[in-house]
């Protein structure tokens, strides 16, 4: 008699704390909860599910250096031979991992997929299953190698949406449906397990060998100006730092007065809007003319502000032009002119 053995396709979930590891205990939420306990809810019996605790943290206390943690867990887990990776993460700062794991993990041949919950995972009712459920499907069914969040699509919780993961952001403090594909659209969405994709154009599958690109340096400032700042003002913020990301207004306009600062501080400063949508278009206005010829001066153009910072602290640590690399599409977060 022969016996075949199937091997299931293996995804592996790393998780790192935030919401969906708390549970709520005398109406506060604690973080005492082990998501792992949704393993047997999510119902995927062809898939192997592998879990690895890698971090335990809020999100607001995660830091470039957990990062590169994180990368490595997510290398060695995709060496592990798994079929995608899927992240536990805080919703707070999601969107600055996702961009920071989508420029540090070069050559990527399968989904890395990041979710999360707005509830606690512990408590009834949570959306912490349907999103781990829906990003456990992306991860090993969808036909995509990009880094994405996998969250809420709508307040009902009717699907999922897959966001790439450099133009993700968060949008709403409370709301199940938290986050949002920023100037592009969704990769796509996941309904009534089905995954819908978009006409977006995606890196697909592959067996390309992985690089982790992980030189970082995190003295980067992200300023957003105001009728209120004063050249002095924007001296101190700059003060010391790499780098800057400068939140200018409308489509990145620049107080004239700040100029000659912005100039004197040499280093690089990208200049992006404060606005969610539309990005930096400068040089529409004729007074545009002044802040772009400036020398150090990056546009920005259709990325977000948090993940231009992202892309700053990563570019400063690469060994080439840094104004180059930031005008440059290394991930999909940029539309090049």
């Not at 016996?3 to 109406?27: N, Q």
């Not at 995190?218 to 913020?237: F, G, I, Q, Y």
Request: with cysteine; charged share 20%; net charge negative.
């Amino acid at each position: 008699m022969t016996i075949e053995f199937v091997v299931k396709p293996k995804v592996c979930i790393l998780a790192t704390g935030g919401t969906i590891g708390h549970r709520s205990k005398d109406g506060v939420a604690v973080m005492d909860f082990d998501p792992e306990a949704l393993a047997t809810e999510i119902g995927l019996p062809d898939l192997a599910l592998e879990f690895r605790h890698v971090l335990r943290k809020g999100s607001m206390n995660i830091t470039p250096e957990d990062w590169k943690t994180i990368a490595v867990a997510v290398a060695e887990a995709i060496g592990g031979e798994a079929r995608g990776v899927v992240v536990l993460h805080g919703t707070d700062t999601m969107h600055y991992t996702a961009a920071a794991l989508s420029f540090m993990l070069r050559d990527l041949s399968l989904p890395v997929v990041l979710t999360g919950s707005m509830l606690p995972g512990g408590d009834s009712g949570s959306d912490a299953l349907p999103n781990l459920r829906d990003a456990v499907r992306v991860a090993a069914y969808s036909d995509i190698a990009e880094v994405c969040i996998v969250f809420s699509a709508d307040l009902r919780r009717r699907r999922g949406v897959i966001i790439r993961g450099n133009r993700a952001r968060k949008i709403h403090s409370c709301a199940i449906n938290a986050f949002d594909s920023i100037n592009i659209p969704p990769i796509g969405y996941v309904e009534n397990g089905t995954i819908i994709l978009t006409e977006l154009k995606t890196s697909r599958r592959g067996s390309s060998k992985l690089r982790l690109d992980m030189d970082l340096d995190p003295n980067v400032v992200l300023v957003k100006l105001t009728p209120a700042e004063t050249p002095d003002m924007l001296s101190r913020h700059l003060k010391g730092a790499a780098g800057a990301v400068i939140e200018g207004t409308g489509i990145g306009h620049v107080k004239t007065d700040l100029h000659s600062v912005i100039a004197d501080f040499a280093k690089p400063t990208v200049i992006s809007t404060q606005t969610v949508y539309g990005g930096e278009r400068l040089g529409i206005y004729d007074v545009d003319r002044q802040i772009l010829d400036i020398p150090n001066v990056i546009p920005a153009g259709d990325m977000n502000s948090e993940t231009a910072l992202v892309k700053l602290i990563w570019a400063l640590g690469q060994n080439g032009d840094v104004k180059s690399l930031m005008r440059t599409n290394i991930a999909g977060e940029i539309t090049c002119p």
